[in-house]
């Protein structure tokens, strides 16, 4: 029920990625970027500002691409995230007026593959209604059934008030992202990622302005932190068995 045009951006694949991306755009809407950059030193393995500001001119470049939309909604996708059309209804169905931005739940592969614990994936985008973010939790994620998380900061002596903790199913947060997100595409429009450690927090803070962004729980997302290796690529499969335990 659902009109799509589709805007990729794509760097530094080894495989034929670059390829079926230009397969994929021939037969729908939109646009690709396809192209080969150098990143900056320690990328993968460090929390910092050039990071962020990396990722943003990333983001902003393909936003440039395609300019102004017209589409009632713009979803925002990593390419490393799974997620259903169950939990896509449930995103469109809990939206209203004073909504402007809506993020799910997305789950840590390595963490539920390693001890089969529901850990949020995407802590550092996140700060909470009380302005809770990764430098006073440690980059945790601050959800209340998180026990990876909480068993963390009591390791590290981080002691955070229990009424800091995320409880609701639907949560207005200050930044999120989890690699999707729904957002309005007038609100899309008119706002861009900055320079800032993470990129959405910038981004999310132009967001605000215009109105509320949630986190819904009971929308389940799989973030699998890149696919390296064949046996990475299977775990697609065990994926979508996992969300059986939701949606069924």
Same mark, same amino acid.
Not at 104 to 112: A, E, M
Not at 151 to 158: E, F, L, S, T
């Given at each position: 029920k659902f009109n799509f045009n589709y805007f990729i951006y794509e760097n530094n694949s080894t495989d034929k990625t670059k390829e079926e991306l230009v397969k994929f755009i021939n037969n729908r809407k939109g646009r690709v970027i396809v192209e080969n950059i150098s990143k900056p030193k320690?990328?993968?393995?460090?929390?910092? /500002?050039?990071?962020?500001?990396?990722?943003? $001119?990333?983001?902003? /470049?393909? $936003?440039?691409?395609?300019?102004?939309? %017209?589409?009632?909604?713009?979803?925002?996708i990593d390419s490393d995230v799974i997620f259903t059309k169950e939990g896509f209804d449930k995103m469109f169905n809990a939206i209203n007026d004073k909504d402007v931005m809506i993020t799910?739940?997305?789950? +840590?592969?390595?963490?539920?593959k390693r001890n089969k614990q529901i850990h949020y994936y995407d802590a550092l985008a996140k700060i909470t209604k009380d302005n809770i973010s990764y430098k006073e939790n440690s980059n945790t994620c601050m959800f209340h059934d998180c $026990?990876?998380?909480?068993?963390?900061? /009591?390791?590290?002596?981080? /002691?955070l008030d229990n009424k800091y903790l995320i409880k609701e199913n639907v949560a207005k947060v200050n930044c999120a992202f989890a690699g999707f997100c729904l957002i309005k595409t007038d609100i899309?429009?008119?706002? $861009?990622?900055?320079?800032?450690? +993470?990129?959405?927090?910038?981004?999310?803070?132009?967001?605000?302005?215009?109105?509320?962004?949630?986190?819904?729980?009971?929308?389940? %997302?799989? %973030?699998?932190?890149?696919i390296r290796s064949q046996e990475e690529f299977m775990d697609v499969k065990n994926v979508l068995g996992m969300f059986n335990k939701y949606y069924n």
């Open positions: 320690h990328f993968d393995s460090i929390i910092s /500002k050039d990071r962020g500001i990396f990722m943003g $001119k990333l983001r902003n /470049k393909l $936003k440039d691409l395609h300019g102004d939309l %017209t589409s009632d909604y713009t979803l925002l799910p739940y997305s789950i +840590c592969w390595k963490t539920y $026990k990876q998380c909480i068993n963390y900061r /009591k390791g590290k002596g981080i /002691k899309y429009n008119k706002v $861009k990622w900055s320079g800032t450690i +993470c990129e959405h927090h910038s981004f999310c803070e132009m967001v605000r302005k215009f109105g509320n962004i949630l986190i819904l729980k009971n929308v389940k %997302t799989v %973030t699998l932190d890149n």
